[in-house]
T-cell receptor, first 114, second 115 residues
Framework: GDSVTQMEGPVTLSEEAFLTINCTYTATGYPSLFWYVQYPGEGLQLLLKATKADDKGSNKGFEATYRKETTSFHLEKGSVQVSDSAVYFC?????????????FGTGTRLLVSP | EPEVTQTPSHQVTQMGQEVILRCVPISNHLYFYWYRQILGQKVEFLVSFYNNEISEKSEIFDDQFSVERPDGSNFTLKIRSTKLEDSAMYFCASCSQGQEQETQYFGPGTRLLVL
C-alpha cells in the first residue's frame, strides 16, 4: 500500500543553519504531496504542498520539490529560526475510493537553538 | 481565519467506558475525517465521512468506533468500550471538495488516555 518514510529525529540545529528533512514515498499513481507542521500544543497546519511532478511548494522560507524519479519530497530551508522548532510531517494524498485521505510519515522533530 | 475546533483537549477514561470526541469542522466544508496518533507513531487515517455516511474506513475502525454528524456543525467520534490501546491523540480534519490535491484542515486534537 501507499507509505511515507521520513528521517528520524530529533534534528538539532543552531539558528541560521540550513535544514533538510528527507521524505520518500511509495504510491500507486501520482499522489499529491504535503508537508504539515505541528507547533507545541497546536494541531497540524499545512506548510506547503505540490500536486504534480517537478512542482515546487514553498511557504515561510521552506521549499520542497516533487521528484517523481526519486519518489522524494525533501523539505529545505536556507536559514532556520528558533520559531521553526516544531514537528514536521510529510504526507501523501491517496485516493482509493474517490475520496481523499492522507498517509503520513512518522514526523521529524526540529529543535533550533539560539 | 476559519478553523477546526475539537473538544475536549484531554480526556482520561477507564477501560471499557464509552467516550465521545467532538469536532466542529470549517462551516462550508463537506468532507470530514478522523485520524489518530499513538505516542511516538505515525498519524493514521481512521475514517472519512461525506453526505452523512462513511466513505472509507481503515482496519483500525472496527465495530467499537462510530461517527456521526448529529447537526449541521458537529462531527463526533464515539468509542463504545475503550481499550488501553485506544490511548492516542485523535485529530479531526475537514476539506471542501475531497479532491486529491486539496488541503485538509486539522483541529488541535484530543489526547485520550485509557486507564
Amino acid at each position: 500500500g501507499d507509505s511515507v518514510t521520513q528521517m528520524e529525529g530529533p534534528v538539532t540545529l543552531s539558528e541560521e543553519a540550513f535544514l533538510t528533512i528527507n521524505c520518500t514515498y511509495t504510491a500507486t499513481g501520482y499522489p499529491s504531496l504535503f508537508w504539515y507542521v505541528q507547533y507545541p500544543g497546536e494541531g497540524l497546519q499545512l506548510l506547503l504542498k505540490a500536486t504534480k511532478a517537478d512542482d515546487k511548494g514553498s511557504n515561510k522560507g521552506f521549499e520542497a520539490t516533487y521528484r517523481k524519479e526519486t519518489t522524494s519530497f525533501h523539505l529545505e530551508k536556507g536559514s532556520v529560526q528558533v520559531s521553526d522548532s516544531a514537528v514536521y510531517f510529510c504526507a501523501l494524498s491517496a485516493r482509493n475510493t474517490g475520496f481523499q485521505k492522507l498517509v503520513f510519515g512518522t514526523g521529524t522533530r526540529l529543535l533550533v537553538s539560539p | 481565519e476559519p478553523e477546526v475546533t475539537q473538544t475536549p483537549s484531554h480526556q482520561v477514561t477507564q477501560m471499557g467506558q464509552e467516550v465521545i470526541l467532538r469536532c466542529v469542522p470549517i462551516s462550508n466544508h463537506l468532507y470530514f475525517y478522523w485520524y489518530r496518533q499513538i505516542l511516538g507513531q505515525k498519524v493514521e487515517f481512521l475514517v472519512s465521512f461525506y453526505n452523512n455516511e462513511i466513505s472509507e474506513k481503515s482496519e483500525i475502525f472496527d465495530d467499537q468506533f462510530s461517527v456521526e454528524r448529529p447537526d449541521g456543525s458537529n462531527f463526533t467520534l464515539k468509542i463504545r468500550s475503550t481499550k488501553l490501546e485506544d490511548s492516542a491523540m485523535y485529530f479531526c480534519a475537514s476539506c471542501s471538495q475531497g479532491q486529491e490535491q486539496e488541503t485538509q484542515y486539522f483541529g488541535p486534537g484530543t489526547r485520550l488516555l485509557v486507564l
